[in-house]
C-alpha cells in the first residue's frame, strides 16, 4: 500500500469572476456542464475522509463562484479534514468570511499580484481586482479568518517582490506564499514573456532566503523546489519562529511533491486527476474508479516516484533525493515527465 498524500487541491469549478492571464484551471465565465455534483463531490469527499486526508484545499476557478461551496465545505469539515480556500478575493466580504468560518474554513488564501493596483489588475484582467482583493482581506480580519497572501513571481512584479512581501505582513497574513510562474498552457499563450530566467530566479530565490531570516511570517514557494537547497545552504535561521517550522515549506528535504506518497494530488472539476495542478497529466476519473485506485495504479506516478529515472541534469544532481526540480516546468517545456527542470539553476550556470 502506498501512503496517502497529505494535501489535496480540489478545483471545485472552472467558473470564475476575473480573466487571470495565468489560470492553472483555464477557468472561464460559466460553470462547466461536466462538473461533480453536489452528491458526487460529497461521494468524493467520503473516500478522502476514509484515506486520511489531513489537508483539503478548495481551489478554482474561483470557489465562491459556486452556489453549493459552503454545504460542501461543512461536509468536508465534519468529516475530519483541515479545509482552506484559495480565492481572489474579490468577492469575500464579512458576511461570505463568517460563512466560511462558520462551514469550517480554517484559512484562506488570497491572490494579491503586485504591489500597486495596475500591476495586479492588469495581471487579473480586471480594473478594481486589487482594491477589492484588500477589501477582501479586510473582511477576513473583521470574522476572524484567517488568511494568507498568495503572489506569483513574474517579470513584471520583480521590482515588487520587498513591498508585496511587506504588504503580507503589514496586513497580518499568516504566510506569504509565492508561486513561481510555470508555462501552462494559459501562460503559453497569454503571457511566455513573464517567465524568469534561471538568473533572475536564483536572484529571486536567493533575496526571499534572506528575507526569511528577519521575516515574522513563513515565505512559502510553490513550484521551486531548488528554494529550499537556498534555505540549507546558507543556514538560515529566523528570528521570529522556530527553525523546524521552514519544514512547513513546499518542498522542504523532499523535493517535487507531485503525485508522491505523503505529497500532493489535485482533482479537476470534472472528476480528471493529475499530479499536480502544474503537471497536467490525467491520471484518470474518480467518476469512473476511486482515487485510492489511481493513486496506487497509475503508471504515471510510478514514474515520478522513482527518481532514478530522472533524466538529464536533475538524474544526475547530488539534490535528486530532495529536490527532482519542478516536474510541472519540465512536462510544459520539453513534453517529458522527466526531464531535467529548465529552470533550475544549480546544475545549468
Known sequence: MIAPPYLVSYAITRKCNLKCKHCYSDATDAQAHDELSTVEAKRFLDDLAKWGIGLLIFDGGEPLCRDDLFEIVKYASEKGMRTVVGS??????????????????????????????????SFRGEEGAFHKAIQ????????????????????????????????????????????????????????PE??????????????????????PILIRVPGCPMYPLILKERDVKPRHFPTHVLRRIP?????????????YITILPN??????????????????????????????????????????KCGKC?????CAGCRGRAYEETGNILASDPGCWVNNV
Request: glycine residues 8%.
Open 88 to 121: 481572489n478575493g474579490v468577492l469575500i466580504d464579512t458576511e461570505k468570511a463568517n460563512r466560511m468560518k462558520s462551514a469550517g474554513i480554517q484559512m484562506v488564501q488570497i491572490s494579491i499580484d503586485g504591489a500597486k493596483p495596475e500591476t495586479h489588475d
Open 136 to 191: 477582501g482581506v479586510k473582511a477576513c480580519k473583521e470574522a476572524g479568518l484567517p488568511f494568507q497572501f498568495g503572489m506569483v513571481i513574474r517579470k513584471q512584479s520583480l521590482p515588487e517582490i520587498p513591498d508585496m512581501l511587506r504588504l503580507a505582513v503589514e496586513s497580518k497574513a499568516s504566510a506569504a506564499e509565492f508561486f513561481d510562474l510555470v508555462q501552462v498552457p494559459r501562460v503559453k499563450q497569454n503571457c
Open 194 to 215: 513573464e517567465i524568469l530566467s534561471r538568473s533572475e530566479r536564483k536572484n529571486v530565490m536567493e533575496w526571499l532566503a534572506e528575507a526569511q531570516k528577519d521575516c
Open 251 to 263: 518542498y522542504y528535504g523532499r523535493g517535487c511533491a507531485a503525485g508522491m506518497p505523503n505529497g
Open 271 to 312: 472528476g480528471d486527476v493529475i499530479p499536480c495542478m502544474l503537471l497536467q497529466v490525467k491520471l484518470g476519473n474518480i467518476k469512473e474508479e476511486s482515487i485510492i485506485k489511481i493513486w496506487e495504479e497509475s503508471s504515471v506516478l510510478a514514474k515520478l516516484r522513482s527518481r532514478e529515472l530522472l533524466e538529464g
Open 318 to 322: 547530488v539534490h535528486r533525493n530532495i
